[in-house]
DNA sequence: CCTACCGATCGGTAGG
DNA sequence: CCTACCGATCGGTAGG
């Protein structure tokens, strides 16, 4: 699969960003790593703002995308969707960790509306996860726990593996996203003994 | 209690690198909100990437000093020491969110060599955390999970709480402390129908 | 702690 | 996609 220069120009700066932070990414860094002169860079986009709105548009898509397929599973059970929305969402961020974690940590450097949709977006995805999580609280033996604190606590521990993982890691993204499910439908799963 | 103007540059600069990250800004933005002229600034500080290095090396002081002052009660089982180790580690984010999210997200700003010190000091931390769940392994009830994994899942989420964090907002420190504490502890707590 | 100033680098444009 | 260039801003210094 061949990468169009504009292609190119998102995944370098998708790395750059995540390694140096966007402020401290010039124009002339990104253009270098694509091996094209600082100001052709001008020829295939309008402004370095516009390719962080790339690669968080693009990485805003994966997340929404990959819940929603989850979400079609309707016959599941809500420790089942719970657990494939984490697999999911591990894969996502292992797949492109630049593209995660510009979008994890990047927009606050956005124009004042496109922050605000960011943030929209992303409250709408909290949301799904929250649901879940309430479901299981209604009918499928969770416990009755704060879903709210519940929620941000499973997302940040996720989000938090862009900072860490390494492709050629003890653990793959598959073993990490299994153990990380188990770990948590564990934790939101009610004892017998707990009192009602 | 007067804050003297030193101490005043660091808990200003702790705010605006929180607010828009080290890189993006700039003395005169420190200077400003301190009152003072921008070129004032470095009547107090060599460069500003001392104000940086002295604003992480609070913050990994506040975290050690806490792990440490729970790390001294040897009698509590593990499930306790760890509880209380989640507890002092939301007091010292929620305590000083600048000062925390400074130390945990600007750090790869600085120099190599405090680059390094930053790192190691981080792992040590976690390596606290780490001992904690394997005692609790050996002899405390605890899941033979992969110990590294829970770690990295529960600091990771503790970690998360200065990005969404409000003194104003519905859980007190306290509260998110305590429901953090009992989601993982419960996490770990092996069931009794599980297989050895 | 201030005013005045400096070289370097920034994002971006003109014209080909 | 390149060369040449621009105004703005950056971190930091001199001298008081």
Known sequence: MVETRRQQIDSVAGALFRERGYAATSVRDIAQRSGIQGASLYAHVA????VLWSIVQGAARRFHDAA????????????DRLRRMIQAHVAVVTDDLGQAS???????????SRRAAVLAARDTYER???????????????ATVEA???????????????????PDGRSSPTQIADHYAELFIHALKSTPEDPP
């Open 68 to 79: 929603s397929a989850v979400s079609e599973h309707t016959d599941l059970t809500a420790a």
């Open 102 to 112: 510009v979008f994890l940590h990047e927009w606050r450097h956005l124009s004042d």
């Open 128 to 142: 799904r996860f929250r649901q879940v999580i309430e479901d299981g609280q209604r009918s499928g033996g969770f």
């Open 148 to 166: 709210g604190l519940v929620t941000r606590a499973i997302l940040d521990a996720l989000n938090g593996i862009c900072g860490w993982y390494r």
């Open 47 to 50: 402004s370095k703002e516009d």
